[in-house]
Antibody
Framework: EVQLLESGGDLVQPGASLTLSCEAS????????MHWVRQAPGKGLEWVSAIGVDVSRRYYTGSVEGRFTISRDNSKNTLYLQMNTLRADDTAVYFCAGRYCSGGYCYPLDYWGQGTLVTVSS | EIVLTQSPGTLSLSPGERATLSCRAS???????LAWYQQKPGQAPRLLIYGASSRATGIPDRFSGSGSGADFTLTITRLEPEDFAVYYC?????????FGQGTKVEIK
């Protein structure tokens, strides 16, 4: 059974740092591109960041560029999101998700975790 | 960045009715790298459609996707009680992998 289990969400003050983790099981983690998607309370989905199988390929949405860093440890089947200089508008449930590429075609996000809540407030 | 605009914002229908949801892109989505997701309250999104028209594993055939270029449609032929949810389109050509703002399908 495929599982993605996020952790690390917390209530923090503006300007603080936080690291989210996403532990994967049930599939070949090292062969999947991995993404972070967030959802502010009562709002829609917002794509945040992605890291490829080739870890040199990293992508960020503009509002987090320079503040967030995505990384992965294939030996631990774990994805990370290091978040610095957090702001109130970073408050959201953060989902990790995975997608597979094969034969030149990349599928959309097929595997999702249940999310972890990050609240940024003084 | 490709901006996706979904319409309508809310669709009020009864079980058994047909639902038609629209997703319009600010520019052509190459290779039809357009997906649809369903999300219920408190749950993660679930992939329904990829490549604009291919159903993901286990998705009932009452869900169908169509369209190309910059205009895409998700159709649910006969709404079941479990289909009332929020639906999002997403383009996954290249980063940033943007989502539409969502269409809520609610019980009339």
């Amino acid at each position: 059974e495929v599982q993605l289990l996020e952790s690390g969400g917390d209530l923090v003050q503006p300007g603080a740092s936080l690291t989210l983790s996403c532990e994967a099981s049930g599939f070949a983690f090292s062969t999947y591109d991995m993404h972070w998607v967030r959802q502010a309370p009562g709002k829609g989905l917002e794509w945040v960041s992605a890291i490829g199988v080739d870890v040199s390929r990293r992508y960020y949405t503009g509002s987090v560029e320079g503040r967030f860093t995505i990384s992965r440890d294939n030996s631990k089947n774990t994805l990370y999101l290091q978040m610095n200089t957090l702001r109130a508008d970073d408050t959201a449930v953060y989902f990790c998700a995975g997608r597979y590429c094969s034969g030149g075609y990349c599928y959309p996000l097929d595997y999702w975790g249940q999310g972890t809540l990050v609240t940024v407030s003084s | 960045e490709i901006v996706l605009t979904q319409s309508p914002g809310t669709l009020s229908l009864s079980p058994g009715e047909r639902a038609t949801l629209s997703c319009r892109a600010s520019q052509s989505v190459s290779s039809n790298y357009l997906a649809w997701y369903q999300q219920k309250p408190g749950q993660a999104p679930r992939l329904l459609i990829y490549g604009a028209s291919s159903r993901a594993t286990g998705i009932p055939d009452r869900f169908s996707g169509s369209g190309s270029g910059a205009d895409f449609t998700l159709t649910i032929t006969r709404l079941e009680p479990e289909d009332f949810a929020v639906y999002y389109c997403q383009q996954y050509v290249n980063g940033p992998w943007t989502f539409g703002q969502g269409t809520k399908v609610e019980i009339k």
